[in-house]
């Protein structure tokens, strides 16, 4: 049960500003959506991540039903309780690993937007079934990453999982396709993501929300009619946007402008797995609320900040010698406390404690770069 009030519209683009509440407390939208794929922000406890601003987690579904499995988290009270989260959370359906785990790694692409294929490459067609993964009318099959052994999973059992898994919002199951899918593909995997999400909808618990996921590829005819028809689902308190979103930056906006006009006003709108600070004021200007990605954590990882001065990267020895914080403005509790030239340090060291420092930053960072833009839709700036 969540309910989604807009409170701001700005009068320069279709951005708003919105309360979303969930048993688990409110949102402010737009909002930033940190990934929490095995149940935890990496390298953060659920204290951290609150400290670090973050409202909204995303968890992943296959990955915490293959690890430590639904049951386990279940008898522990939820995911909420088992990973001891009191914040709004979400978890998704699978929908995106028929890509990552298909053909997403038959062709080495984790994400949709790295790889841009060009027109002579060859193009995946109706009936090819991807190496690992088998997809059918009812489902699909994967190989379990532990185990080797073969897990169906289908709208009635995505639906039970995420139950167990007990998040506020949940995503309907569909198929997230590859960006090599021709048009005629692309065509009958909306018919199967369309067909998944009645009975989503039938077997869902009522006490959780559900998102349908709006795909279509990157063609046009496709997205339109998956919008209204996920839009059209009695039942559906929000939408996520999917899938292949192009070969650009431009063709993502352009995408993403032919799928919001033809979503209901006033439900939260997700885009799922796209959050580039340089993205964030564009896609909300073009009216998302909502976006999960792994750039800030995944980058602190590696060893990279994200501040006003641009993405440091604190493996480059110059930065051991410099005892300025990370950012100047920043009141994290990274920058609080140290210096780059030790941050630095760390990343080069490998040490664990470098990416937990990092990652707190990163998160700030980026939730406070949100926070500034809805400021700015408050303020009439954008
Ligand atoms: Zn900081």
Not at 48 to 69: D, R, V, W, Y
């Amino acid at each position: 049960m969540i309910e989604f009030k807009i409170i701001k519209k700005s009068k320069k683009s279709k951005a708003r500003i919105g309360i979303l509440t969930t048993p688990h407390g409110e949102v402010e939208t737009p909002a930033f959506v940190p990934v929490a794929t095995q149940g935890v922000v990496k390298t953060l406890t659920s204290e951290e991540a609150k400290m670090a601003g973050c409202q909204l987690l995303i968890a992943n579904t296959f990955h915490l039903h293959s690890k430590p499995g639904e049951k386990i988290i279940a008898e522990s009270g939820g995911l909420h309780q088992f990973m001891n989260w009191d914040r709004p959370l979400m978890t998704d359906s699978t929908g995106f690993q028929v890509f990552s785990l298909g053909f997403g790694s038959d062709l080495k692409v984790g994400k949709l937007l790295k790889y841009f294929p060009g027109e002579n490459d060859q193009k995946i067609i109706i009936g090819q079934q991807p190496n690992k993964v088998k997809i059918t009318h009812n489902g699909v099959f994967f190989k379990s990453l532990v185990s080797g052994d073969n897990i169906f999973i289908g709208p009635k059992e995505s639906m039970n999982i995420q139950e167990k898994l007990g998040a506020d919002i949940i995503f309907a199951f569909d198929e997230c396709t590859a960006p090599f899918v021709t048009y005629e593909y692309a065509k009958v995997a909306l018919s199967r993501t369309h067909r998944w999400i009645k009975v989503c909808l039938e077997e869902k618990d009522k006490n959780q929300a559900l998102f349908g996921i709006v795909q279509g590829s990157r063609f046009k005819d496709l997205r339109e009619e998956s919008a209204k028809y996920i839009a059209g689902c009695e039942g559906v308190e929000g939408f996520g946007i999917g899938g292949d979103l192009g070969n650009s930056k431009e063709q993502m906006m352009e995408i993403i402008s032919w799928t919001i006009p033809n979503l209901s006003e006033n439900k939260p709108r997700h885009l799922l797995g796209i959050g580039y600070l340089e993205d964030m004021e564009k896609v909300i200007e073009a009216g998302i609320d909502l976006f999960d990605c792994t750039v800030p954590t995944h980058y602190a990882r590696r060893g990279f900040a994200f501040t006003k001065e641009g993405r440091l990267d604190l493996s480059k020895t110059k930065y051991l010698t410099d005892r300025n914080s990370l950012d100047s403005n920043c009141q994290c509790e990274t920058c609080k406390n140290y210096k780059r030239n030790y941050l630095s340090h760390l990343v080069r060291a490998d040490e664990w404690t470098g990416s937990h420092l990092l990652t707190i930053h990163n998160l700030y960072y980026f939730n406070k770069y949100v926070t500034n833009l809805r400021e700015r839709i408050k303020n009439e700036e954008i």
